[in-house]
């Protein structure tokens, strides 16, 4: 018996050093590095009359995300796309621009949508040194005010979408043009997009001979356009313009075929979305619509990326940003992987960049606009877009 402990204490004896051994051993091992958190920012209606838009912009930045993280380029590295809800509101932006700034790990802004909130947004981002790149944003005042003695900052503000005055007198070269009508009354929406848009046809259409009869001003949300239309009707216009969003828009058209107001109407880029069709309904029909950069079906790389969100989103119908959502991300994330997490390197990265991606090159002007400026252009049929051009 005395033998027998013996060796039963001595094989626990064994036991106990080879269990503190593996335990010094493995306090000893090397730990795996946790990865830095590197976050983009999304700013875009994500909720409000614009959520279709908002929404899709916020899945094609996650895509972008993704496949980052996914990849082996961005070693050490975790990335996050943070989304903020600007709600459509120039006042809400400004809002969610002071959120952003004060997130250090953001280094970079994909947004606003629309004008209104990018142009007050954009001077929050420039007083931190974060750059910004829109999608979708088109009056041309968000980046000529880089260039004004009042901009202080670094010029932190781009944009993968060409602007309103290429799109608008674009608009009025095709009604003339084209479609040989002389006579063309303009609504727009009081925006600096909208309200700008329809100046710039508006200035070209006279420009080139044409005669504007009426230009008149209507109210974000408002429903009942009867009796803009029928004061219209009795000027006796070629076509409509309009300068606005798909709510107001496809509201217009329905009205208007309601009062035999027989006309074709022209809009641009934010009513380039099913959500125009599915609010006018079949008086859509025969009408045309704008659209900046070239038609994402006839391009190769944009087309791989409208069969990858169709597969991850099958019952999603995809939006006109989609696309130029994706790029911008991918742009950002371009810009880190050449150089460093260092906020103003990133914006000077961005400013010299190149980048191949789904809407060809993309290089920026001294503004920071591309240098992309093709217009495509849409007709309306059988509750689709199809191209012209």
Same mark, same amino acid.
């Given at each position: 018996?005395?033998?027998?402990? !013996?060796? /039963?204490?001595?094989? /626990?004896?064994?036991?106990?050093?080879?269990?503190?051994?593996?335990?010094?051993?493995?306090?000893?091992?090397?730990?795996?590095?946790?990865?830095?958190?590197?976050?983009?920012? /999304?700013?875009?209606?994500?909720?409000?009359?614009?959520?279709? &838009?908002?929404?899709? &912009?916020?899945?094609?930045?996650? &895509?972008?995300?993704?496949?980052?993280?996914?990849?082996?380029?961005?070693?050490?590295?975790?990335?996050?796309?943070? *989304?903020?809800?600007?709600?459509?509101?120039?006042?809400?932006?400004?809002?969610?621009?002071?959120?952003?700034?004060?997130?250090?790990?953001?280094?970079?802004?994909?947004?606003?949508?629309?004008?209104?909130?990018?142009?007050?947004?954009?001077?929050?981002?420039?007083?931190?040194?974060?750059?910004?790149?829109?999608?979708?944003?088109?009056?041309?005042?968000?980046?000529?005010?880089?260039?004004?003695?009042?901009?202080?900052?670094?010029?932190?503000?781009?944009?993968?979408?060409?602007?309103?005055?290429?799109?608008?007198?674009?608009?009025?070269?095709?009604?003339?043009?084209?479609?040989?009508?002389?006579? !063309?009354?303009?609504?727009?929406?009081?925006?600096?997009?909208?309200?700008?848009?329809?100046?710039?046809?508006?200035?070209?259409?006279?420009?080139?001979?044409?005669?504007?009869?009426?230009?008149?001003?209507?109210?974000?949300?408002?429903?009942? !356009?009867?009796?803009?239309?029928?004061?219209? +009707?009795?000027?006796?216009?070629?076509?409509?313009?309009?300068?606005?969003?798909?709510?107001?828009?496809?509201?217009?058209?329905?009205?208007?075929?309601? /009062?035999?107001?027989?006309? *074709?109407?022209?809009?641009?880029?934010?009513?380039?979305?099913?959500?125009?069709?599915?609010?006018?309904?079949?008086?859509?029909?025969?009408?045309?619509?704008?659209?900046?950069?070239?038609?994402?079906?006839?391009? *190769?790389?944009?087309?791989?990326?409208?069969?990858?969100?169709?597969?991850?989103?099958? +019952?999603?119908?995809?939006?006109?940003?989609?696309?130029?959502?994706?790029?911008?991300?991918?742009?950002?994330?371009?810009?880190?992987? &050449?150089?460093?997490?260092?906020?103003?390197?990133?914006?000077?990265?961005?400013?010299?960049?190149?980048?191949?991606?789904?809407?060809?090159?993309?290089?920026?002007?001294?503004?920071?606009?591309?240098?992309?400026?093709?217009?495509?252009?849409?007709?309306?049929?059988?509750?689709?877009?199809?191209?012209?051009?």
């Amino acid at each position: 018996m005395r033998k027998f402990a !013996f060796l /039963l204490s001595f094989v /626990l004896s064994l036991s106990t050093i080879n269990y503190l051994l593996s335990t010094a051993f493995l306090g000893c091992a090397p730990k795996k590095e946790a990865k830095k958190i590197v976050r983009i920012a /999304l700013a875009a209606p994500i909720t409000g009359d614009l959520t279709a &838009m908002g929404q899709g &912009m916020k899945k094609s930045a996650e &895509m972008a995300i993704e496949e980052a993280n996914k990849s082996d380029e961005f070693e050490g590295i975790k990335l996050e796309l943070v *989304p903020f809800d600007d709600r459509f509101d120039p006042k809400e932006a400004v809002n969610v621009a002071n959120q952003i700034v004060s997130d250090t790990k953001i280094v970079g802004v994909v947004g606003h949508l629309n004008s209104g909130c990018s142009i007050p947004a954009s001077r929050v981002y420039a007083q931190h040194n974060l750059v910004m790149i829109s999608p979708a944003s088109t009056n041309p005042k968000l980046t000529l005010q880089q260039l004004e003695p009042s901009w202080q900052w670094v010029r932190n503000v781009f944009r993968v979408c060409t602007t309103d005055d290429v799109q608008g007198s674009f608009g009025a070269d095709f009604a003339w043009g084209k479609l040989k009508l002389k006579k !063309f009354a303009v609504i727009h929406d009081k925006t600096p997009y909208g309200q700008g848009l329809a100046e710039e046809f508006a200035k070209q259409f006279k420009k080139i001979g044409g005669t504007v009869s009426s230009f008149d001003g209507i109210i974000v949300g408002e429903k009942d !356009f009867k009796a803009l239309l029928t004061r219209i +009707k009795a000027d006796k216009p070629d076509g409509i313009y309009f300068g606005g969003v798909y709510n107001e828009c496809g509201l217009i058209i329905r009205q208007a075929k309601e /009062l035999g107001l027989n006309v *074709p109407l022209i809009s641009g880029d934010a009513c380039f979305s099913p959500e125009l069709i599915k609010i006018g309904g079949p008086a859509t029909g025969n009408n045309y619509i704008t659209m900046v950069g070239a038609s994402p079906e006839r391009l *190769p790389q944009a087309k791989e990326f409208l069969e990858k969100y169709k597969t991850k989103y099958p +019952k999603v119908d995809s939006q006109p940003y989609d696309h130029y959502t994706y790029e911008a991300t991918k742009i950002i994330l371009q810009a880190i992987k &050449m150089g460093s997490l260092e906020k103003k390197e990133i914006i000077e990265t961005v400013r010299k960049i190149k980048y191949n991606g789904v809407l060809g090159e993309t290089a920026f002007d001294e503004k920071g606009d591309t240098l992309n400026k093709v217009i495509s252009v849409y007709k309306i049929k059988e509750g689709k877009f199809i191209p012209l051009n």
